[in-house]
């Protein structure tokens, strides 16, 4: 399995970006994908997670700002954040959870000046 993560970049506070993960190779029917984050020397959190049903799980920080969506036909994961703030800077993870197996994107950098 492999994810491919994009959109990343440099963004003024208050602007929005939009990342996309696709994955490919042995993808289940049901797992759940997700976005986590690493901040410079920080551990790395959840920002939030979807259900190949759509169940969206956010963490309590997140909420309202940040919203999760996938599309099953193209196995893609999509955060859409808003409202950006200087401290989302970090570099973003998308995540794939197949039960047997979690799999890890390489990161997009999302940058957010004040």
């Known amino acids: 399995v492999q994810l491919q993560a994009s959109g990343g970049g440099l963004v003024q506070a208050g602007g929005s970006l939009r990342l996309a993960c696709a994955a490919s190779?042995?993808?289940?029917?049901?797992?759940?994908m997700g976005w986590y984050r690493q901040a410079p020397g920080k551990q790395r959190e959840l920002v939030a997670t979807i259900t190949s049903g759509g169940t969206t799980n956010y963490a309590d920080s997140k909420k309202g700002r940040f919203t999760i969506s996938r599309d099953n036909a193209k196995n893609t994961v999509y955060l859409q954040m808003n409202g950006l703030k200087p401290e989302d800077t970090a570099v973003y993870y998308c995540?794939?959870?197949?039960?047997?197996?979690?799999?890890w994107g390489q990161g997009t950098l999302v940058t957010v000046s004040s």
């Open positions: 190779g042995s993808i289940f029917a049901s797992n759940i």
């Open positions: 995540w794939l959870n197949q039960g047997i197996r979690v799999s």
